[in-house]
């Protein structure tokens, strides 16, 4: 009984807070001769990256879809594979958040507001519609997760291996 209540008393106080990645929405559509995924992930990060961000160490994350065509005579076959990095990192002089993606950054004031950029993507181009064989089926497997690869050095010695820093979501899609 006394677990069960110091649990509620905690639950009730917010002192626990849910971490990992999960996913709001994965969507792909037809338009405009193009397949594109729409994705949106909310995360919430452990304290120990967040303590390691608030310290000034980039973090970065990375989305990656590939479509698959469906054969069962062999291994399916990859149609088409996509990728996108973000760096976040802290700037102690400025107090601000820095996203960079694809050559641009863009600052913002809190953490909470560059997460938010860097979780989500509208109208991603995955594949032309001329790459998909009307008479085939089609998949796509989908990833998106905190990178501690591109931890500095250091840092993958010593916490890249730890449970707080393997933060990510998987999901596989049927395209109809």
């Known amino acids: 009984g006394l677990v069960l ?12 807070q849910a971490q ?3 996913l709001a929405l994965l969507q792909l559509q037809r338009q405009e001769g193009e397949l594109t995924l729409d994705f949106d992930a ?25 479509l698959y065509r469906s054969r069962w005579y062999w291994r399916d076959e990859r149609v088409a594979r996509v ?9 102690p002089l400025t107090s601000t958040w820095r996203v960079g993606f694809g050559g641009f950054n863009q600052s913002f004031q809190t953490l909470g507001e560059a997460l938010t950029v860097v979780s989500r993507s509208t109208r991603w181009k995955v594949a ?7 008479e085939s089926r ?15 050095s250091p840092l993958q010695l010593g916490l890249g291996a730890q449970a707080d820093w393997v933060l990510g979501v998987e999901r596989t899609l049927r395209v109809e």
Do not use: C, N
Request: aromatic share 12%.
């Open 5 to 16: 209540m110091l649990l509620l008393w905690t639950l009730g106080s917010g002192q626990v």
């Open 42 to 66: 909310r995360m919430a990060l452990p304290k120990t990256v967040e303590d390691a961000m608030q310290r000034g160490v980039p973090v970065y994350f990375v989305a990656e879809a590939t």
């Open 138 to 152: 089609h998949y796509l497997e989908f990833s998106y997760r905190l990178d501690s690869s591109q931890l500095p």
């Open 128 to 134: 032309e519609l001329t790459q998909l064989d009307p």
């Open 83 to 91: 990728q996108r990095s973000w760096r976040v990192a802290y700037q």
């Open 20 to 22: 990992g990645i999960e």
